[in-house]
């Protein structure tokens, strides 16, 4: 009996593996077609400055859109892409895409910065200043309203190639951020070094911080740690009206979350932005 129930236990894990495998190259496979056939596209969620009230940007992230499954999120195939090496071909597509929207923004008057995310490959890449020059100019984007968004964890191989690529990068007048702040890396040296502009604080701190007293802690430290060098200190995941007040009180520049939209077309932040304060803040 238990012999049978230890056989079947193990045909389970098997077939669940196998399906766990199965999908894991269907997406493989389908990612290199879905760029040829135009499967992705980029939704944007607004990021506001909290002083003013006002949509000054939005984030880049990337959704598949896929004829049978409909639309997946990053997370079930960009750890795929990165595998494969076709994330240097679907980033450049979404730097591209991302420039495009908004060189049209400011054609219609609307002066908003685009945050894109970079993944350790393209970071690596020899040409990445290319890219970024290519996508800059074929756009006619000007570099100050581009934002390019590394990870502490993409810092921890702070190869020459790295550093080399962030400062060519830095050179084109572009900004850079760290996201994710404060779930990587412990040494912190590299935030002097590098000419970041921008801390995004993880949302694993802003979900709890009206609740959890080391979190409002943390994120208290980052926001006067982001002050006293000179940077954008920006809150992730914020959900919620009495988090947001909190962020303000403790002089957080920027803020992003559901509380504040979702991730969603174009068109939603285009009005978001044309109001003058949409989330009445400090109203
Ligand atoms: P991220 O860059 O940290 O992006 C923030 C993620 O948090 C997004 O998930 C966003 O939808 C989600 N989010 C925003 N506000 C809230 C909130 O209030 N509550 C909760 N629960 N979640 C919130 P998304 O779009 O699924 O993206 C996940 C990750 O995928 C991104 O994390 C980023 O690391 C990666 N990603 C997305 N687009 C790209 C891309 O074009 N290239 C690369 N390399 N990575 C990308
Ligand atoms: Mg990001
Ligand atoms: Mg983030
Ligand atoms: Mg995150």
Redesign the pocket.
């Known amino acids: 009996h238990a012999k049978a129930s230890g056989r079947n236990t193990h045909r389970f894990f098997a077939e669940a593996m196998n399906a766990e495998a199965v999908a894991h190259l269907s997406i493989r496979g389908g990612l290199r077609r879905a760029l040829e056939r135009g499967e992705f596209l ?2 944007y ?1 607004p990021q506001v400055n909290l002083d003013s009230g006002m949509v000054f940007g939005a ?5 598949w859109n896929h004829p049978e499954r409909g639309m997946i ?3 079930a195939f ?1 750890p795929i892409a ?1 595998d494969s090496g076709l ?1 240097v071909p ?2 450049d597509w ?1 730097l591209r895409e991302a420039c495009r929207q908004a060189a049209q923004w400011q054609a219609a008057g609307l002066p908003l910065t685009v945050a ?4 350790a490959r ?1 970071l690596q890449r020899p040409d990445l200043a290319r890219t970024v020059t290519d996508a800059l100019t074929d756009s006619g984007l000007d570099p100050l309203f581009l934002e390019l ?1 590394l ?1 502490e964890s993409m810092l921890i191989q702070n190869t020459d190639a790295v550093l080399e690529n962030i400062r060519r990068v830095k050179a084109l007048g572009v900004q850079l951020s760290i ?2 702040f404060g779930t990587g890396y412990s040494n912190l040296s590299y935030i002097g070094r590098l000419a970041v502009d921008k801390l ?1 604080i993880d ?1 694993s701190f802003i ?1 709890d911080l009206c609740r959890n007293h080391d979190s409002a802690r943390i994120t208290a430290a980052v926001i006067q740690m982001a002050h006293s060098l000179n940077l954008t200190a920006v809150a ?4 919620d009206a009495e988090t947001l007040e909190q962020l303000r009180q403790l002089r957080c520049d920027v803020a ?4 504040l939209g ?2 969603g077309p174009a068109e939603a932040v285009e009005r978001a932005a044309r109001q003058a304060n949409p989330f009445h803040i400090g109203a």
Do not use: C, W
Request: proline content about 8%; charged content about 30%.
């Open positions: 980029i939704h969620q984030e880049a992230l990337i959704r999120p990053p997370g960009i990165e994330i679907i980033g979404v894109v995310n970079l993944s393209q968004e990870t996201d994710d995004k949302r979900m992730e995941g914020v959900e992003q979350g559901y509380f979702r991730p």
